[in-house]
DNA sequence: AATGAATGAGAATTCATTCAT
DNA sequence: GATGAATGAATTCTCATTCAT
């Protein structure tokens, strides 16, 4: 494409303003947190958003796609958070530190991603958004815990099963304490690290 | 109208009582679970049971009364099947082995009654039918779990957490073994009840 | 089903209040002839009903149903008075002259009627309520002109041809004067019958 | 923006202006004949044309400007191949045959535009794109059918009845044989110009 | 001229609930 | 107790149209 082509899709195209997108994504996980799913209107996000609820069609096709779409974005955020530091290099013990460690990190920092996304996982198939759920998408840190378990280091079974008794166990956690407006002490984190760290060696 | 025609009014009526009410209540059971909260309306859950949706006013006063009061019992009817055969006096280990063992049986075998508990119990407070957990219906066995951390046995620290790790942990998988309709071969069981242990005793 | 029953029927039952639908159809009609298809909204026939735009969807599945339902009633009343008087045995001059002057009469004193078909039987397909139109409906007297060719009466061909013909050429030329609110004179009406006639016979 | 740039802006409208134009009417077109008038949107008139819905309105002030735009320049079309050659010389008996064969022909030929144009003629004053209709348009060949009264050929009598009878027996006729896929048979042809004729000759 | 974004107004339809019987 | 009818309020979504570019 020439310089004189894109000036002219320039001068033709008005850009989508991403503060309204972005309004309307807030809103959304704003107000399921407030009122749950049954309670979650598309007039109710517009007005939060400070748009008209017509704008919302403008950049979902309906709701269905629009929570898919937020959910799935809030997903993609979340395990990136997950996963930072967290390479295939670094032993076992200390990856599901880390792990553990970013999970309550974002769960803290981001509580209302974190509400969101554990409601829309606990909604049945055809309501929920996406059914590839957080699990799925941790896929490369699984390497990891294999080799732990060749080593002798993890319990032997299926990778999956340890992974998620570990994840669930501190999602719940994290969720009653924060419903409770309370936070995690540094001696708390470690117990945690420790019930996963001794659930899952061998 | 006749003295005849009344009393056969009356006899329709009782007759069918019992049956309605239990058919409202599996209705909306069945029907959390296939459309979720966004989608559960009261005609739909009025067709499902065969009644006419006035007469879902009949048992309940209204649609929030009527989840929680479902949700209710859904609740107190698992906490029953958790609890069985956990005594305050036997050993923590066994008490441990014993709750997975009730909470993967109930799983199993009451699977709507389980899915319909854990949406409830990830709706926001606001839309929550009632917010006493699980978790808080369990208090009984806690003693028994304070007993094994003054022995020495357990971890120290919040018995609420020791339990509330296991319970997510093991719920979570079951959650997902069930969507995938598979089941817990014994070795399985075997395994997270180890996992459990593990992560809670010393 | 015994007199008992019946009455049990009769007092757990509310009837359908019929003003009401026939309130529905009455505004459909109307409507129609104002605004045409293009701007007949629920909310406008409920408003002049005089009820509430749900009670619409009490009597109709949706407006699709509810457009199909009302011209399905309306054609029938028309080929009602359409057929009125022409029995299989008349001769088939009497027949024709029959029909127009029962066609002038409805599309005179039901102008509302004859105008709300005229407009859903040129609807597309998709849009249209029924495709089966007025003239498959007067099949029964297909036979009387069928004999008329027969006895070398009428010109010979498809039967249908010739009344569509007719029957066609007279509709337009009474909307035309409706339209400009006039009426038909006897001797224009004997004109029509006689133009129709010249149409037909051999 | 350099000079050069501006030129390039304006060489490419240019270009698109009148096929843009085009590509609008014969969307209307086609999806008049599809959906109706009452599912006719702008956005999806402009879909079908492949342009933005926003520039119909640099084409036309409004949805009803449009449709009268286009309505009055298919009638033109129409009655353009209705008169060729229909001079004002012929002797009425071939200036009726050629007419018939005339609409036959456009029927046949331009269906879409044929069944548009009946649609319009048939919706409500208030809705119709413009309530002139084309036997009025067909003024000029009246005085044919004039003369041909006083010459005693004709029957007498208002002459719009005389030629109104023929169309729309006609174009009827056409609709119906055109919405079943079916084509005329020169025989078929013929029996209608003899019907019409029949009709209005003494 | 052309258009994507934006929107208020209004569309069809559903909802939870009430009521007379 | 049971229900069909009825409905106001609310729902999701579409519409015709405008506007800045």
Redesign the pocket.
Known sequence: MTVIEQSLII???????EN?KEAIFEAIIELLNEVGFAN?????IAKRAG?????I??YFE??EDMLKTVYMDVKKKFVGSLLQGVEQSIPVRQAMEKLIQNLLEFALTQTAYFFFMEQCSNAPMKAQPSNVDAIDMMKPVFKIFEKGQQKGILKPGDSVILLSFCYHGVTQIAKDKLKRDQCFSDSEVKELIQMCWDAIRK
Do not use: G
């Open positions: 001068f033709f195209m008005r850009v989508k303003d309204k979650l209107s598309m007039s109710q748009v008209s609820s017509s704008t069609y403008v309906n709701k």
